[in-house]
């Protein structure tokens, strides 16, 4: 699929924004990891790379992490890093789910999505996906956000959770 619209970066961090929502769904530890892809595709199928940090410090792990998106050493097309963190929203603070995605082709182009969550009684609820810090994308981002979407539900665990998680109160 030729990508000239941003669309295949925010798939790719849906896919793993998912997986890391599947991770918490099952109280697995989640590290930083950071998913790119090369422009090359064989036969319709989308191969990436998943890199995780050996720092143990998660700042340190988090901070390699954003070097490497800023650096870009394996001359990637699109890459992302997910991680875990906080959000303060509307005066709240809560856990969140960080996304920064990077489209490399010329001009370069980013954007953050994060997905603030909460858990009460050991149940996870997900709170709505907040954008921040688009560069070089149009005004409309509802095609960024209709592709991120598919990314999330290409996750098909990723995805039940997601549903199952949903909270539209925040």
Not at 119 to 134: C, E, I, M, S, Y
Request: charged fraction near 30%; include cysteine.
């Amino acid at each position: 699929m030729q990508d000239d619209t941003f669309q295949g970066a925010a798939e790719l961090a849906g896919y793993l924004l998912a997986d890391a929502v599947w991770r918490l769904d099952r109280d697995e530890l989640f590290f930083p990891l950071i998913g790119h892809e090369r422009d090359i595709q064989h036969d319709g199928d989308r191969a990436f790379a998943v890199l995780r940090s050996e720092a143990a410090d998660v700042t340190i792990a988090v901070r390699h992490a954003e070097e490497w998106l800023d650096s870009n050493p394996e001359r990637v097309a699109r890459a992302a890093l997910v991680h875990d963190g906080f959000l303060t929203w509307e005066g709240v603070r809560r856990e969140a789910l960080y996304s920064r995605i990077v489209e490399y082709r010329r001009p370069r182009r980013s954007l953050d999505i994060v997905v603030p969550y909460s858990r009460t009684t050991g149940v996870l609820a997900l709170h709505r996906p907040k954008l921040f810090r688009p560069v070089g994308l149009p005004e409309n981002l509802l095609p960024v956000v209709r592709a991120f979407y598919r990314g999330v539900d290409s996750h098909e665990e990723g995805s039940r959770c997601w549903t199952r998680s949903l909270d539209q109160s925040a």
